[in-house]
């Protein structure tokens, strides 16, 4: 019996004789969004600094002047040496020392706090708090100028989600109102763009209406506000409370890297058991742990540290605004200074760098209002000859018209 006939190919099928298609081409529409971020002067560049660079440093988040201190640097040394490298594996495995157990006992000690948990980043810590604390059927109200870190958990969550306006307890007081069930509000401490606080007693008094939980990143709090540099929370009169949730940052005040969650022993535990970027990720390194708390202690000791971060930022703005430019007034370390337009953003920033000044540079989709600016952040350690050298620089290549 001879064989059926091979079916007919496809209409679309590729010719046999065809060329092979262009691997390239998978990523071509990369091209469009680069000439796109060119054309609106959006592209970003990384640029590493040199160890010794000799540019007044007004960019950096080392706001207690801590990241080069001789007692934490050695700290960090000593971890690594003794600790290895790396943690060499998660939390719950290989990746906790005993220097992790120290920090997360003296760090929720110093802010008020019944305990606190380490993760690998600030960015990490949000994400843990927020993914773990809500889910499908909560909702979590969001303030619309919060950090990424802060929205990315809320779009993990898988909970209903609300965006408030910025820094509008009654906003939230009505986003509560029309869930009426479990529900979580998250807000910044202390806003990165402008610098500017949240209302947190009144934040707290809309959630406690309604039987919500509150989570404040302060992670430009810590170190800079509070007796001592306890933070936002403990300034507001809302460390340790129980239905209250900080997460921190080490990588600022505290001059090295990781994140920190502090709250309820029982929120903590909750994190353990179930915060994802805590159980699969790697463990903080000990180096960075050992410089955090080398930090933490030293911040105990030298308390006047934070007054004199608040101090400088008090004393930029005052000088800044003296000399007609637009510098927001700092409830913190954060002082910005609005620019026209995101390419006068950048211009001015490049031009205080050839004059010796490093600055921030903020400009969309980092703003959400979308207004473009460059950010000073004050620190403990500058002195006034260098402050009065910064606003010269600032004064003297500011955009014009």
């Not at 990523?27 to 010794?52: C, E, I, K, Q, V």
């Not at 990165?192 to 947190?200: K, T, Y």
């Not at 209406?209 to 509070?226: E, T, Y």
């Not at 009169?237 to 890297?257: E, I, M, N, R, Y």
């Amino acid at each position: 019996m001879p064989a059926d006939p091979a079916p007919p190919p496809p209409r679309d099928a590729p010719r046999a004789d065809a060329a092979p298609p262009d691997l390239g081409a998978a990523f071509d529409w990369l091209d469009a969004a680069h000439n796109a971020r060119l054309h609106a002067g959006l592209r970003r560049t990384l640029r590493p600094r040199s160890a010794s660079c000799e540019l007044l440093d007004l960019a950096s988040n080392d706001y207690l002047g801590l990241a080069r201190h001789p007692l934490v640097t050695r700290a960090a040394a000593q971890a690594a040496h003794r600790w290895g490298a790396g943690s060499t594996g998660s939390r719950l495995v290989t990746g906790s020392t005993e220097l992790h157990a120290t920090l997360e006992a003296e760090l929720a000690a110093f802010c008020g706090f019944e305990a606190a948990l380490v993760l690998s980043s600030g960015y990490a810590a949000n994400l843990a708090a927020v993914t773990a604390l809500t889910g499908p059927g909560t909702l979590v109200v969001s303030d619309a100028q919060n950090h990424a870190s802060l929205i990315d958990g809320c779009r993990l969550s898988r909970a209903g989600k609300a965006v408030v306006a910025h820094a509008d307890p009654a906003a939230v007081d009505a986003a509560l109102s029309a869930h009426g069930g479990r529900a979580l509000t998250v807000t910044d401490a202390v806003f990165s763009v402008d610098g500017d606080a949240a209302p947190l007693p009144a934040l707290a008094a809309a959630c406690r209406r309604h039987g919500a939980g509150l989570l404040v990143d302060d992670a430009h709090g810590l170190g800079v506000l509070g007796d001592g540099g306890r933070g936002t929370l403990a300034a507001a009169g809302l460390a340790g409370a129980p239905d209250t949730v900080a997460t921190v940052t080490l990588s600022k005040s505290l001059g090295s890297q990781g994140g920190a969650v502090l709250g309820p022993a029982r929120v903590i535990d909750h994190l353990v058991n179930t915060a994802r970027t805590f159980i699969f990720d790697t463990g903080l390194a000990p180096a960075a742990a050992g410089a955090a708390l080398a930090a933490l202690r030293l911040l105990r000791r030298e308390p006047e540290r934070a007054a004199r971060t608040r101090e400088v930022a008090a004393a930029l703005h005052h000088r800044l605004t003296a000399a007609g430019l637009a510098a927001v007034r700092p409830d913190a370390a954060v002082v910005a200074v609005r620019a026209p337009s995101p390419d006068a953003a950048v211009r001015w920033a490049a031009d205080c760098r050839a004059a010796g000044l490093l600055v921030g540079c903020f400009r969309p989709p980092s703003v959400p209002d979308g207004v473009s600016r460059v950010r000073l952040t004050a620190r403990a350690d500058l002195t006034d000859t260098q402050l009065r050298a910064a606003v010269r620089i600032l004064t003297g290549t500011a955009p014009r018209g």
